[in-house]
């Protein structure tokens, strides 16, 4: 699986509780501290639910 193919189906998920996000209201943000793209659904959102950034491990609310 190529690199782009990975961040395809990263993309399509809610970093929080990885649920599918296509078609859904979700918010999308770069990561503070590498700049990667991540995904979360208002769910979480709602929630505060914790993050992790697939890339560098950073931990946000």
């Known amino acids: 699986m190529s ?3 990975t ?3 990263r993309a399509r998920k809610c ?5 599918n ?3 859904t ?4 943000f770069k990561c ?6 991540i995904y979360r659904c208002a769910k ?3 929630q ?7 890339d560098c491990g950073f931990r946000g609310p």
Not at 15 to 19: D, E
Not at 32 to 37: E, K
């Open 3 to 5: 690199e782009s193919d």
């Open 44 to 46: 979480c959102r709602k």
């Open 48 to 54: 505060s639910n914790l993050y992790e950034c697939p």
């Open 32 to 37: 503070p501290d590498c700049g990667q793209q």
């Open 15 to 19: 970093v929080s509780c990885g649920i």
């Open 25 to 28: 209201t979700a918010a999308a």
């Open 21 to 23: 996000i296509s078609g």
């Open 7 to 9: 961040e395809a189906k």
